[in-house]
DNA sequence: GTCAAAAATTGATTAATGTCAATTTTTGAC
DNA sequence: GTCAAAAATTGACATTAATCAATTTTTGAC
């Protein structure tokens, strides 16, 4: 049950963007879109910069950040494979807003900015795709904001693995097999807190068996326990 | 300067929806909808709800918000006139996922679901604004995640200050004529603060003169005081 | 496997913010 | 204007989380 939730509130939706289109429109959107490699820790746009079109990540996990006033990031998203990047700013004709940074090896496709308006303006189908994706997108982020106004670092942890566990899931593979994989640094500017803060409250979580750790991975061993702490519905 | 940047990243730009349109659309706009008088308090629409159409404020001011797991509110944003409400729900398909209640007498416009969806299918242009629009809403959230999950109270404080101090500026009279009324609880729920340590806040910054108070009003002397304080770029 | 660099962890302390319980002020109806 | 109810303010205290300074563990290149 709680898994439902916590897609329906954590998830932007950019998949399914290019789903059931024509075999035209396919192939124009494949005409001119290139297919490139990213190590980990590659920064794919930043803040400030002009799109010149939109990304697709074929593989791999992709983390968006704002950068504070005070330098810090804010990691407000993580994209898994199937997610697009970088759309708002091209429609919205605005620089980007934030950046976005590869957490592990993986492959993007680049779209170029006048093949997806093109498509935009034949694909009435992506035109509305777009419009329900983007506004499914304001109930995430009046969730996010609530979240963080509202609940304390411990129940942000909480959530926060919940999101992760489903994030780092892998299909086919049992639930008690995921394993969250980031750094300690990552997952603190996640949650909006210190990593010493961070580091404490995971220990408590491990004295508690609800989760365990190896290395710098994360394994949840009690979901359920974790919604309590989260005081989610 | 600093006024722009607070537009840019606090102002959704719902108004201009229905800007520019035809004769022929402006007539089917009005076809159907009506204008209705709301007191002070009451709830335009709640989270749950299934949306039957749009509304539009025509004057007044309506507060936007979420209510968190423990029953406090979380106001997100505060609508003046010219706004439009309830559209993200209607496009996504979904219940609406926040509160909208005005914060004074005030008097909205009801266009109902098939017209505003005849009016979308028929106007590239609405189409196109209502992309435009709901992308660089993604800009001004990530933007509020970020000061909640990075910024002190006294810093959101001198921020939220800065904001309303737009929202209730009045058309043709001076800048420092503004008068924010709001009650100590809205404004510490914009924030995500209690109510005590707002109200101490305010109360230095009465005591460095950057506001004063009457009443619950509050009227903002040093805006640059604030900006400086709220750490701000 | 080895090893240096990077990351994670821990401890001690300080600072920020929340909570609870009065008390005072303001508001809005009459 | 009057007055009761609602809202705002203040004080004392508890709790949460941040900061600073070590120390230990892990990682990734070789």
Redesign the pocket.
């Known amino acids: 049950m709680y898994r439902e939730i916590i897609y329906k509130k954590y998830h932007l939706g950019s998949d399914f963007f290019f789903e059931g289109m024509t075999e035209e429109e396919l192939s124009l959107l494949h005409s001119r879109s290139v297919s490139h490699p990213y190590q980990k820790g590659q920064v794919i746009f930043r803040a400030g910069m002009t799109p010149t079109g939109i990304y697709l990540l074929s593989s791999g996990k992709v983390k968006k950040y704002t950068i504070g006033d005070d330098g810090k990031q804010h990691i407000f998203y993580i994209c898994k494979s199937g997610e697009a990047l970088g759309y708002h700013s091209l429609l919205s004709e605005e620089p980007y807003a934030d950046y976005a940074e590869t957490l592990e090896d993986s492959t993007l496709t680049f779209i170029p900015k006048d093949i997806f308006l093109t498509l935009l303006e034949q694909s009435k189908q992506l035109n509305q795709k777009l419009l329900k994706s983007l506004s499914h997108e304001f109930s995430v982020f009046i969730h996010s904001t609530t979240v963080f106004a509202q609940k ?3 129940e942000r942890l909480a959530l926060a693995l919940l999101m992760l566990n489903e994030k780092y899931r892998i299909h086919g593979k049992p639930d008690n097999a995921v394993e969250i994989t980031l ?3 990552d997952l603190a500017n996640i949650i ?6 961070l ?2 409250m ?2 408590e979580f491990k004295e508690d068996h609800v989760i365990e ?1 190896h ?3 994360i394994r949840i061993l009690q979901p359920k326990s974790l919604v309590r702490v989260a005081n989610f519905s």
Chains 1, 2 share one sequence.
């Open positions: 304390t670092v411990r750094s300690r640094d909006g807190t210190a990593k010493e803060t580091v404490r995971l220990r750790t290395g710098r991975n």
